[in-house]
C-alpha cells in the first residue's frame, strides 16, 4: 500500500497541476464585473484540494517508516482479494446509472432526473421507508437547483424552462 500511495501521489500532482494551469484557464472565462466571482473558482478550489491530497499522500507514505507503513496496509492488508463481482456489478450499476442520469438530465431535466436516480439509488442501498423516500430524493434536486440559481446564477437544465 505504501508503493500505491507514492505512485498515487505522483500521478495525482501532475495530473492537477495541469488542470490549474492550462485547463482551468484554458476553459472558463473571466469575471464579468468588478464583484463576479471568477468562474475558475470552484474548480480550482476543488483541483487544489486534490492537489494537497496528492502531496500528503506522497508525504506521507515516502516518509514512513515500517510500522506507519504496516498501518496504510491496515485498509486491505491480507484479506484483499481484489476486484470481485460484486465490486465489479456495483460498477456496472454506477457505469449504468451515470449514462442514464444524463441522458435524462438532458431530454426531461435536472429535477425529475434527479428524483429517479436518488429513488433508484436509495432503494440499492437499502432504504425502504417511503417517506424517507420521498423527502430525499423530491426535495433534494428541488434544493439543488435552487442552489444552484441563487449562489452560482446557473439555471440546470429543465424542460419547462
Known amino acids: 500500500m505504501k508503493n500505491t500511495h507514492i505512485v498515487t501521489g505522483i500521478l495525482l500532482i501532475p495530473v492537477c497541476l495541469w ?3 492550462w485547463l482551468i484557464p484554458a476553459n472558463t472565462v473571466p469575471p464579468t464585473s468588478e464583484h463576479d ?3 475558475a473558482l470552484v474548480p480550482s478550489i476543488a483541483i487544489g484540494a486534490c492537489l494537497v491530497t496528492g502531496l500528503i499522500m506522497l508525504v506521507r507514505a515516502w516518509r514512513a517508516t515500517k510500522d506507519e507503513a504496516a498501518v496504510l496496509d491496515e485498509e486491505f492488508g491480507d484479506e484483499a482479494t ?3 463481482g460484486k465490486v465489479l456489478l456495483n460498477a456496472v450499476f454506477w457505469t449504468i446509472a451515470a449514462v ?7 431530454h426531461v431535466g435536472f429535477e425529475p432526473a434527479m428524483t429517479v ?10 432504504v425502504r421507508k417511503p417517506l424517507t423516500i420521498v423527502l430525499v430524493s423530491v426535495l433534494t434536486p428541488i434544493v439543488l437547483s435552487q442552489a444552484a440559481w441563487h449562489f452560482f446564477s446557473t439555471q440546470l437544465p429543465a424542460i419547462w424552462r
Not at 100 to 106: D, E, G, H, R
Not at 117 to 126: H, S, W
Request: hydrophobic content about 60%; some cysteine; aromatic content about 12%.
Open 19 to 21: 488542470c490549474l494551469f
Open 37 to 39: 466571482l471568477s468562474p
Open 82 to 84: 481484489g476486484i470481485d
Open 100 to 106: 442514464v442520469s444524463w441522458l435524462l438530465i438532458t
Open 117 to 126: 436516480l436518488l429513488i433508484a439509488t436509495m432503494l440499492y442501498v437499502g
